[in-house]
């Protein structure tokens, strides 16, 4: 195989989601359970016992009408980089069955590492994890659907987005058997974000200057989730609404609005 020894910097791979382009259709929570194995339930009414990924949530301004608006806000795992790699999740589970990745900065879930003590359930801010409480029952016939690249998860473990980390490890095999080590933007994407027919969702490496995601943090309307915690999330959003700008930051109202997270408050 042809080597090159370019300088390998560091990818820190991001999201940002256009929040005031967003219709909520839910065609990115479809996409990735269909891509990620993600099991469902006859009766998906109670949110408390989904399992979805991605989860879509509904805001509104509290306005009554004529005033009224709504923003619909997808929800992924965020991706904590917290300080040097110390997400919240990562920081208490025993087992290190969720880890982060230095050279993706992705946030990852190793099942048959985890015991299911949920520790890491209770550290998470953004309520993105889940938790196993049954083996998944696919509809008769389903299975043979199912991705052979992602591993279905029993009974006991807890699982979450990946940023559909099982293309990167794709997209990384290909380049290597073509004697390349760089991934050009394209070759990998989510799958929620090629799913959303409003390209709300863009995804890249957020320390490359050649990739969209790299300009689109930098957006002054660019927000992310609870950011005064310090978790320092790579889910980037972006609102030119500022009742949406400040329901993410989720301030109450004795604190103070505006100030820049520090995670030393
Ligand atoms: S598919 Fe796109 S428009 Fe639809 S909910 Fe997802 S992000 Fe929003
Ligand atoms: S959003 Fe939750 S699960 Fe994802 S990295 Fe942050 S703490 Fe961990």
């Known amino acids: 195989m042809k080597q090159d020894h370019e300088h390998k910097q560091n990818k820190k791979y991001g999201m940002v989601i256009n929040l005031d382009k967003c219709t909520g259709c839910g065609a990115c929570m479809a996409a990735c359970m269909a891509e990620n194995n993600v099991p469902f339930r006859k009766d998906e009414t109670d949110k408390l016992l989904s399992t979805a990924w991605l989860r879509i949530y509904k805001l509104n301004n509290g306005k009554p009408y004529p005033e009224t608006d709504i923003c619909y806000l997808p929800r992924p795992c965020q991706q904590c980089e917290g300080h040097a790699g110390h997400s919240p999740c990562v920081s208490v589970c025993p087992a290190t069955a969720t880890d982060y990745d230095m050279e993706t900065g992705i946030v990852s879930q190793i099942y048959t590492r985890c015991f299911g003590c949920r520790y890491c359930m209770a550290a998470c801010p953004y309520h993105v994890r889940l938790f196993n409480w049954w083996d998944p029952v696919w509809p008769d016939g389903m299975e043979k659907y199912l991705s052979p690249n992602v591993s279905v998860r029993m009974r006991g473990v807890v699982e979450k987005c990946s940023f559909c980390f099982h293309r990167y490890q794709l997209a990384k095999d290909k380049a290597y058997a073509e004697g390349r080590r760089e991934l050009a933007e394209e070759e990998y994407q989510t799958a929620c974000t090629q799913a959303c027919p409003a390209d709300a969702i863009t995804f890249?490496?957020?320390?490359?200057?050649?990739?969209?995601?790299?300009?689109?943090?930098?957006?002054?309307?660019?927000?992310?989730?609870?950011?005064?915690?310090?978790?320092?999330?790579?889910v980037y959003y972006i609102s030119s609404r500022e009742w949406v700008r400040r329901a993410g930051d989720n301030y109450l109202e004795h604190e103070k609005t505006g100030a820049v997270a520090s995670g030393h408050h």
């Open 204 to 234: 890249g490496d957020l320390n490359n200057p050649k990739h969209k995601v790299y300009e689109l943090k930098n957006d002054p309307r660019a927000f992310r989730l609870l950011e005064r915690l310090g978790t320092n999330p790579k």
